[in-house]
């Protein structure tokens, strides 16, 4: 009997260092999907120390998760619910459980097609409703409770392109130093810039309330630098980067800089953005040139140069993301199923491929 509790116990503990280890090795990240071909929904990956990915497999089936995004505790995964169900999409939470994502709620986010959502510490939620043309308020309790819609904030006024006839709000964010929402619309052709009233839990416009981009530009998303003074915004149409700084109080484009090789004529479109933690080296996506270019961050006035461009190994790079520990870069291709990781030279910024692994539809990497 005396061996039988010994073994156990040696087994036991040999089992929580062996998961101790599994740990420390691979770095786990979700995947959000279009379920409009054989995906079912989110799916789990690990990425190991070396770069080499593994599937884990499903662990939501939901409709469209094209974005997603996770409490600051990790406790709770959010995700779009991209349709247009009588004018509204919505927002689902999702209680994170081993390998496994429990449904916990689900709220309207405000308009048709949300397509990215942000959580703060103040577990204050924004979604961007593309085809809405607005911004939805919501909070999440800390059961992983979404509340109901509490607010949504209307843009207005178009661009001069074919995309630009009307407001698409394509992206939210909190800003890192500040309490001020910066949202990005391509199809207004602006920044827009709130905070939010805790009291009457409202989006609120600031005096300056916009920012309008070169004509045609057609924002998507941003990065702040770890400064959080500089903002480098990525203009999905007319593929550049525009950095944007604050001068007496007003935001203002202080340079932009093409996302495409010089004499590059064919169609490409810009996608993703994200900066390495040490503010030195900047990323974005190509989708048409299926690409990552790759800048150098000057230090002294966050002026961008260009380093090089990595092919992507697939096609439409519409969304990827550094991991935690910036040795790495994962991107997702829409159009090819398939993952890929790159490792990152932390000293020169360049990439070098390292694995493959096929997705379903994949359009956003969250680790």
Same mark, same amino acid.
């Given at each position: 009997?005396?061996?039988?509790?010994?073994?156990?116990?040696?087994i036991?503990?040999?089992?929580?260092?062996?998961?101790?280890?599994?740990?420390?090795?691979?770095?786990?990240?979700?995947?959000?999907?279009?379920?409009?071909?054989?995906?079912?929904?989110?799916?789990?990956?690990?990425?190991s120390?070396?770069?080499?990915?593994k599937?884990?497999?499903?662990?939501?089936?939901?409709?469209?998760?094209?974005f997603?995004?996770?409490?600051?505790?990790?406790?709770?995964? %959010?995700?779009?619910?991209?349709?247009?169900?009588?004018?509204?999409?919505f927002?689902?939470s %999702?209680?994170?459980?081993?390998?496994?994502?429990?449904?916990? #709620?689900?709220s309207?986010?405000?308009?048709?097609?949300?397509?990215?959502?942000?959580?703060n510490?103040?577990?204050?939620?924004?979604?961007?409703?593309?085809?809405?043309?607005?911004?939805?308020?919501?909070?999440?309790?800390?059961?992983?409770?979404? #509340?109901?819609? =509490?607010?949504?904030?209307?843009?207005?006024?178009?661009?001069?392109?074919?995309?630009?006839?009307a407001?698409?709000?394509?992206?939210?964010?909190?800003?890192? #130093?500040?309490?001020?929402?910066?949202?990005?619309?391509l199809?207004?052709?602006?920044?827009?810039?709130?905070?939010i009233?805790?009291?009457?839990?409202?989006?609120?416009?600031?005096?300056?309330k916009t920012?309008?981009?070169?004509?045609?530009a057609?924002?998507?998303?941003?990065?702040?630098?770890?400064?959080?003074?500089w903002?480098?915004? =990525?203009?999905?149409?007319?593929?550049?980067?525009? =950095?944007?700084?604050?001068?007496?109080?007003?935001?203002?484009?202080?340079?932009?800089?093409?996302?495409?090789?010089?004499g590059?004529?064919?169609?490409?479109?810009?996608?993703?953005?994200?900066?390495?933690k040490?503010?030195?080296?900047?990323?974005?996506?190509?989708r048409?040139?299926?690409?990552?270019?790759?800048?150098a961050?000057?230090?002294?006035?966050?002026?961008?140069?260009?380093?090089?461009?990595e092919n992507?190994?697939?096609?439409?790079p519409?969304? %990827?993301?550094?991991?935690?520990?910036d040795?790495?870069?994962?991107?997702?291709?829409?159009?090819?199923?398939?993952?890929?990781?790159?490792?990152?030279?932390?000293?020169?910024?360049?990439?070098? %491929?390292?694995?493959e692994?096929?997705?379903?539809?994949?359009?956003?990497v969250?680790?």
């Amino acid at each position: 009997m005396r061996k039988s509790i010994v073994l156990f116990a040696l087994i036991l503990v040999f089992s929580c260092e062996k998961s101790k280890m599994k740990e420390e090795t691979t770095t786990s990240f979700y995947v959000g999907t279009y379920t409009n071909g054989d995906s079912k929904g989110i799916y789990k990956y690990e990425l190991s120390k070396e770069g080499k990915i593994k599937q884990i497999g499903l662990v939501a089936a939901t409709r469209n998760p094209s974005f997603l995004a996770k409490s600051k505790d990790n406790k709770t995964l %959010f995700s779009v619910d991209e349709a247009n169900e009588e004018g509204t999409g919505f927002v689902k939470s %999702f209680k994170i459980e081993n390998d496994s994502l429990i449904f916990r #709620s689900k709220s309207k986010s405000g308009g048709a097609h949300p397509c990215f959502i942000a959580v703060n510490d103040k577990n204050q939620i924004l979604v961007a409703n593309y085809s809405g043309g607005n911004v939805g308020l919501l909070e999440v309790d800390t059961f992983g409770e979404l #509340s109901p819609l =509490l607010n949504v904030q209307q843009h207005t006024g178009k661009g001069t392109t074919s995309r630009q006839q009307a407001p698409h709000a394509h992206s939210t964010w909190f800003h890192p #130093s500040k309490k001020e929402v910066i949202s990005v619309d391509l199809g207004s052709n602006e920044l827009w810039f709130s905070t939010i009233d805790e009291t009457k839990k409202e989006l609120i416009f600031t005096d300056q309330k916009t920012l309008k981009m070169s004509a045609g530009a057609g924002p998507r998303h941003l990065t702040f630098h770890p400064n959080t003074k500089w903002i480098y915004v =990525l203009n999905e149409l007319n593929n550049t980067i525009s =950095l944007v700084k604050e001068k007496e109080g007003n935001y203002e484009i202080a340079a932009s800089v093409s996302m495409l090789p010089e004499g590059y004529s064919e169609d490409s479109k810009g996608a993703d953005i994200h900066i390495s933690k040490d503010g030195q080296f900047l990323y974005a996506s190509n989708r048409g040139h299926e690409s990552i270019v790759i800048y150098a961050v000057n230090s002294e006035n966050g002026t961008l140069k260009t380093l090089g461009f990595e092919n992507v190994l697939g096609k439409n790079p519409r969304n %990827f993301s550094v991991s935690p520990d910036d040795k790495f870069l994962v991107v997702a291709n829409q159009d090819t199923n398939n993952i890929i990781s790159f490792k990152r030279n932390v000293s020169t910024g360049m990439l070098t %491929f390292v694995d493959e692994i096929a997705a379903p539809t994949p359009v956003c990497v969250l680790f």
